[in-house]
């Protein structure tokens, strides 16, 4: 299976554009649908198994991408977890602890793409963002889940 399922070229700009665009007036309501809309159609590229790539400029590469160890590079076994709950301590643990494969490809992912920010929704409503943590040296996930609800 190739990497990148469905690849987008030219790359798909419109969250891009409506990210750098600072609307007045009238303006800022159009802006708001149509920034919806655009989060909404690219959300439901996620339907498609695999991950959708979105690059730091906020343009869509592409979407069924499928998440593999760069050549060379050590798994990750464990990272650190921190959940926005007052009171509530940090904790190593192996990624797939936090929700299987999808966590697992993602904390890869960040551990390999030390620049990159992974977002991870499961089915099971867990929903988890992981980037690199250049003072643990490690694979951070933020569970924010709770604050979704």
Request: net charge negative; aromatic share 6%; glycine share 6%.
């Amino acid at each position: 299976m190739p990497p990148l399922a469905y690849a987008v070229s030219p790359p798909f700009p419109e969250l891009a554009r409506l990210s750098r665009e600072t609307p007045r007036g009238a303006r800022r309501a159009v802006v708001q649908e149509e920034l919806e809309r655009t989060v909404d159609w690219i959300a439901g590229l996620t339907a498609v198994d695999g991950a959708v790539v979105i690059n730091d400029r906020h343009e869509l590469l592409g979407f069924g991408a499928k998440i593999a160890r760069r050549h060379n590079c050590a798994q990750v076994e464990q990272v650190t977890v921190t959940e926005p709950i007052q009171g509530a301590a940090a904790a190593l643990v192996h990624p797939e602890e936090l929700g299987g494969t999808r966590h697992l490809s993602a904390a890869q992912f960040v551990h390999d793409q030390r620049d990159a920010i992974a977002l991870v929704a499961s089915q099971d409503g867990r929903f988890t963002i992981f980037e690199w943590s250049p003072c643990e040296a490690m694979v951070h996930g933020h569970k924010v889940e709770v604050l979704l609800l």
